[in-house]
T-cell receptor, first 114, second 114 residues
Framework: DAKTTQPPSMDCAEGRAANLPCNHS???????VYWYRQIHSQGPQYIIH???NNETNEMASLIITEDRKSSTLILPHATLRDTAVYYC???????????????FGKGTLLTVNP | DGGITQSPKYLFRKEGQNVTLSCEQN?????MYWYRQDPGQGLRLIYY???????QKGDIAEGYSVSREKKESFPLTVTSAQKNPTAFYLC?????????????FGDGTRLSIL
């Protein structure tokens, strides 16, 4: 799986947009970008994923650059409950049909301040 | 509501004792996974199962055992052979129909040694 690079921490003011970057310069053509978050002492929560096109759901938007070497997760109106570690993960869409593991790095600790 | 239920939330193990962590899902997912998370670290895959009555070792299977007798259940036994069992254990599941579909996680079981 391609390696990802994320800043270790970021701050955001409550009510403002939080933009979390992820670099995945070695991503290959069949690899998807997934975002998860983990609030302390809870299981990781799936947020969004995409391949080439930008994606949006009720939680967030995912912007993938045209060369696919980086992406940004956008939380449009951050709340205090969005304080968590955010993980950017890339994995192939055809892992030999094995539905294989997710590799979590250290992620970005997003702190939303009042 | 559909989801993944892990129990118990907290578990204590005595020396030489085997303990079993429960994971149940009602999402009708084919694939299930067990991960271990140590403080400040990413997730490491212990075992995974793509289908009932079949499972595969992950990266750190030594000292652990699993069974998959029913589609909705994937219990993990931490045996006395696992010398450093203190960790946060996470169960996940995934639909097998589309490889790109994300894994969804339970809220974890925290295991400690007495």
């Amino acid at each position: 799986d391609a390696k990802t690079t994320q800043p270790p921490s970021m701050d955001c003011a409550e009510g403002r947009a939080a933009n979390l970057p992820c670099n995945h310069s070695t991503i290959s053509g069949n690899e998807y970008v997934y975002w998860y978050r983990q609030i302390h002492s809870q299981g990781p929560q799936y947020i969004i994923h995409g391949l080439k096109n930008n994606e949006t759901n009720e939680m967030a938007s995912l912007i993938i650059t045209e060369d696919r070497k980086s992406s940004t997760l956008i939380l449009p109106h951050a709340t205090l409950r969005d304080t968590a570690v955010y993980y950017c993960i890339v994995r192939p869409s055809n892992s030999g049909g094995s539905n294989y593991k997710l590799t979590f790095g250290k992620g970005t600790l997003l702190t939303v301040n009042p | 509501d559909g989801g993944i239920t892990q129990s118990p939330k907290y578990l204590f193990r005595k020396e030489g004792q085997n303990v079993t962590l429960s994971c149940e899902q009602n999402l009708n997912h084919d694939a299930m996974y067990w991960y271990r998370q140590d403080p400040g670290q990413g997730l490491r895959l212990i075992y995974y199962s793509q289908i009932v009555n079949d499972f595969q070792k992950g990266d750190i299977a030594e000292g652990y055992s699993v069974s998959r007798e029913k589609k909705e259940s994937f219990p993990l036994t931490v045996t006395s052979a696992q010398k450093n069992p203190t960790a946060f254990y996470l169960c996940a599941s995934k639909s097998g129909e589309l490889v790109a579909q994300p894994q969804h996680f339970g809220d974890g079981t925290r295991l400690s040694i007495l």
